[in-house]
């Protein structure tokens, strides 16, 4: 069983930075492909970003992109997303998630074996 522990969250003002942390329990982190997920109050769970084990390929979704910034550290079983120019439309939980073998795509929830617990972000205007 892999464990998943999400940290670095908080209140932030609209243009701020934060970045977020997700480390893993596993040794065969590398080997994982990871994935950052979010939802917002009364919202389903979104896609936000995902990096394939060797960090040579990520994924975002739209409405982050040139803003989000996925990566990995391997030898510390720890993924990141560092996140700038933030807006109240990014307040969410932000969740990290693990997939031992991808079956479909990365933005697809289903995907994902192992989840974390989240981690709240809030911006406010």
């Known amino acids: 069983q892999v464990q998943l522990v999400e940290s670095g969250g908080g209140l932030v003002q609209a243009g701020e930075s934060l970045r977020l942390s997700c480390t893993a329990s596993?040794?065969?982190?590398?080997?994982?492909?990871m994935g950052w997920f979010r939802q917002a109050p009364g919202k389903e769970r979104e896609f936000v970003a995902a990096i394939r084990g060797t960090g040579g390929f990520t994924s975002y979704t739209d409405s982050v992109k040139g803003r989000f910034t996925i990566s990995r550290e391997n030898a510390k079983s720890t993924m990141y997303l560092q996140m700038s120019s933030l807006t109240p439309e990014d307040t969410a939980v932000y969740y990290c998630a693990a997939a031992v073998r991808v079956t479909r795509s990365v933005d697809y929830p289903g995907s994902y074996d192992y989840w974390g617990q989240g981690t709240q972000v809030t911006v406010s205007s």
């Open positions: 596993e040794r065969a982190f590398s080997s994982y492909a």
